[in-house]
């Protein structure tokens, strides 16, 4: 599944929790030895997982408990460029791409 802005957030979360069970899953964990690891109720591991609401406290150690804590720069970068200043960088590098060198007619001609 695919999330845009006009995705419901009820089925995010279900997705997410879905994801989340399978990579629980795959890492060998069960819900008991996650929670526990995690520092947080298995009750609160199922309702995550069930797609329900959660705090995002509780997302991030889960996260951290699968070694998955920097996921999260993934999702949002530490440094993050303005779209302005990212045209302005394309712009920089075309006028320097584009030009050919100016002559002054006071250049030494080699011959080698």
Avoid: C, Y
Wanted: cysteine-free; glycine content about 8%.
């Amino acid at each position: 599944m695919k999330f845009t802005t006009l995705t419901p957030e009820s089925d995010i979360l279900k997705e997410m929790g879905r994801r989340l069970a399978i990579l629980r899953k795959q890492q060998g964990f069960s819900q008991t030895r996650l929670a526990t690891e995690a520092g947080v109720g298995v009750a609160t591991l199922r309702r995550i997982e069930g797609g329900q609401d959660s705090q995002m406290e509780s997302w991030l150690k889960i996260l951290k408990a699968l070694n998955w804590i920097a996921s999260i720069d993934t999702l949002l970068p530490e440094q993050m460029k303005s779209p302005m200043a990212q045209v302005r960088a394309s712009k920089k590098g075309a006028k320097k791409n584009n030009h050919p060198p100016t002559l002054w007619g006071d250049e030494q001609a080699t011959d080698e």
